[in-house]
């Protein structure tokens, strides 16, 4: 984890992060308690040796909590318990994602209404039990991870797609009903970020190269590039930012 900027203002923060664990989840764990913020966060696997690992590193301990997000009423209590260890949760970050591929034809209700749990429903949930805390506490920011996947129009997975896509929306409906009360929402987008789970499962130097072909900014994306945008979104640095999908993925796909 490198640091490219220090955001003051998350010192003290009370943090949650979906997914906080594993993956990109366990960079923006890290990256946030490098700028002094107090993260809980959830995973469906065990992360006691993660989080013994951010106690050595950073000397506080994260809060960790084993929860799989499609069982909401066990992501609430989660989000309840973190509010009472570091104060009313103001940063929420809905990291957590499957992106299994499936075929159309393949798709019965049981995987679709799974992937719609993991991918969708549990986002929005996770906003409306944050929502109190943060009204209280007089605003916050949410940060809705999507995909530039639904963006391309990328076959090979449309139930995950479908709920990116939905993402947006929620986002959008979330920000203009909350934004009174100082809280915002926006979504980020990413690219292919090549996380050890990418490379095991879809990197292939061919698949690398024609990707990067579509990128304007030739480097590959990695996932400190994700922690510096959470880190933006978090912090008072983009106080007048709602309601927005910030892309970040190297210049595949334009907005606007």
Same mark, same amino acid.
């Given at each position: 984890? #490198? !640091? ?11 943090? *949650? ?11 923006? #764990?890290?990256?946030?308690?490098? =700028?002094?913020? %107090?993260?809980?966060?959830? =995973?469906?696997?065990?992360? #006691? @040796? ?5 106690? =050595? ?6 809060? /960790?909590? !084993? ?38 034809? @393949?798709?019965?209700?049981? /995987? ?15 906003? =409306? ?47 203009? @009903? *909350?934004?009174?009360? %100082? ?15 990418? %490379? ?5 130097? @061919?698949?690398? %190269? ?26 008072? #640095? ?19």
């Amino acid at each position: 984890m #490198t !640091q490219t900027a220090t955001f003051h203002d998350l010192a003290g923060k009370s943090v *949650f992060v979906t997914g906080g664990g594993a993956g990109i989840g366990a960079h923006l #764990t890290d990256g946030l308690m490098a =700028q002094g913020a %107090k993260v809980a966060f959830v =995973q469906r696997s065990d992360a #006691t @040796e993660f989080a013994d690992q951010m106690e =050595q590193k950073h000397g506080e301990r994260p809060l /960790f909590m !084993q929860c799989d997000v499609t069982d909401i009423e066990r992501l609430k209590t989660c989000i309840t318990d973190a509010g009472r260890a570091h104060g009313p949760v103001t940063v929420l970050v809905n990291n957590a994602a499957n992106d299994q591929r499936h075929a159309t034809e @393949e798709v019965d209700e049981e /995987f679709w209404d799974w992937s719609q749990a993991v991918n969708l429903k549990a986002y929005f949930f996770a906003c =409306q039990a944050v929502i109190e805390g943060m009204r209280a506490a007089g605003g916050g920011s949410i940060i809705n991870f999507t995909s530039i996947s639904y963006m391309m129009g990328n076959a090979g997975y449309p139930a995950y797609t479908t709920a990116n896509s939905g993402i947006n929306g929620m986002t959008r409906s979330l920000a203009r @009903e *909350f934004g009174a009360d %100082k809280i915002r929402v926006n979504a980020l987008a990413p690219g292919w970020v090549l996380t050890d789970k990418q %490379k095991e499962m879809w990197v292939t130097p @061919e698949a690398l %190269k024609a990707h990067l072909e579509r990128q304007c900014l030739k480097d590959t994306l990695d996932p400190q590039d994700m922690v510096d945008a959470v880190l933006f979104l978090a912090s008072n #640095t983009s106080r007048m930012m709602t309601g927005q999908a910030l892309v970040v993925d190297g210049g595949v796909v334009t907005t606007g």
